[in-house]
């Protein structure tokens, strides 16, 4: 299998989009991890020899301090043709074994189930593999029909009933919204980024993104910012609702026009990003049947030094999150 560097937007997300691929498969997901940390993203389409296109991969490359030379990682990736995976998991990992000092490369694909080929090995979680998903290929009034939860469905039509009003988020809104996260963040334990980093991300994500804000009575009230490919999922990054907009169910009908939203944009499934034993899960829960289990987490190692560099990632990390209640899913 060939592999050929794309370096333009639009003939990257052009050819994602064409697999239905992940939003953190796009280039603007790229682009922010490059403006906003150490990373350097290589778009790398993948080829039989007949010159046919079978996927690709985004992979995010990381230095590391001496001697473990870099890290890379495929956020949400590959994406490929029918039964073509792990041939494409494969490929982008030679090529990181010879275009990188990688030690290994990391992957997390969005699929219940993948044969894994000779190598492989199960690794730390990057991004939660226990989720909600939705599928929004059915009709709107199926969609609110699959919802289970019978006060679930009446909150929705509660919040819209009352007042709430559900409208693209814009930049004036970012005072307001970083306000309400920091808040969020404080009162239920969990790790967020600087400020500077979501301002940055509502420029760079321009295109994929899908902001949503609530409010009564002109008051902000919650927020919901997700990102969305056509013929892929719409994605729950960030999110927050005040006490307020707890009482007036703003969370409930906002989160019904960001997947009527995200259908419409051509989505295929609405995910709700990560469930953990928590209130937000809880809630999350709520909205479907029961959880999706996409494949977990595994590494190709590449180096001599992996094992090494892993297990000092790994007690980093845990040093990192004690105390926090929540794990932060978008770190990487």
């Not at 730390?124 to 679930?152: Q, W």
């Not at 009162?187 to 994929?208: C, K, M, N, Q, V």
């Not at 959880?291 to 001599?304: F, I, Q, S």
Request: glycine share 8%; with cysteine; hydrophobic share 40%.
């Amino acid at each position: 299998m060939d592999v050929r560097v794309i370096t333009t937007e639009q003939d990257w997300n052009e050819l994602a989009e064409g697999f239905g691929a992940h939003p953190m498969q796009m280039w603007q997901w790229g682009s922010l991890k490059e403006q906003t940390g150490p990373w350097c993203a290589h778009r790398l389409e993948m080829l039989d020899s007949d010159g046919t296109s079978v996927g690709g991969a985004q992979v995010l490359v990381r230095k590391m301090p001496w001697p473990f030379g870099a890290i890379a990682y495929a956020p949400r990736g590959p994406f490929s043709a029918d039964g073509r995976l792990m041939e494409v998991a494969d490929t982008a990992a030679e090529w990181c074994r010879a275009h990188t000092k990688a030690q290994s490369l990391k992957v997390d694909p969005a699929v219940a189930e993948l044969d894994w080929s000779e190598g492989w090995e199960k690794s730390e979680t990057s991004l939660i593999n226990k989720t909600a998903v939705i599928d929004l290929t059915r009709p709107e009034d199926e969609i609110m029909a699959g919802i289970p939860n019978r006060k679930c469905r009446q909150y929705i039509r509660k919040g819209e009933r009352d007042g709430v009003v559900v409208r693209p988020g814009e930049e004036r809104d970012l005072d307001a919204i970083l306000a309400l996260y920091h808040q969020t963040a404080e009162a239920d334990g969990f790790p967020i980024h600087e400020d500077e980093f979501y301002r940055t991300a509502f420029t760079a994500l321009e295109g994929s993104q899908q902001l949503f804000v609530a409010e009564k009575d002109g008051e902000l009230q919650a927020f919901l910012w997700n990102v969305t490919s056509k013929g892929g999922c719409a994605f729950e990054l960030w999110g927050a609702v005040s006490d307020a907009g707890k009482r007036s169910r703003a969370n409930y009908y906002m989160k019904w026009v960001a997947i009527r939203a995200a259908k419409e944009a051509g989505a295929k499934l609405y995910d709700l990003n990560g469930l953990l034993n928590d209130g937000i899960s809880d809630f999350k829960l709520l909205f479907v049947p029961e959880p999706t289990y996409w494949v977990e987490t595994h590494d190709k190692p590449l180096g001599m030094l992996f094992h090494v560099m892993d297990k000092a990632l790994e007690i980093r990390r845990v040093r990192n999150e004690r105390g926090n209640a929540q794990q932060d899913t978008s770190r990487d």
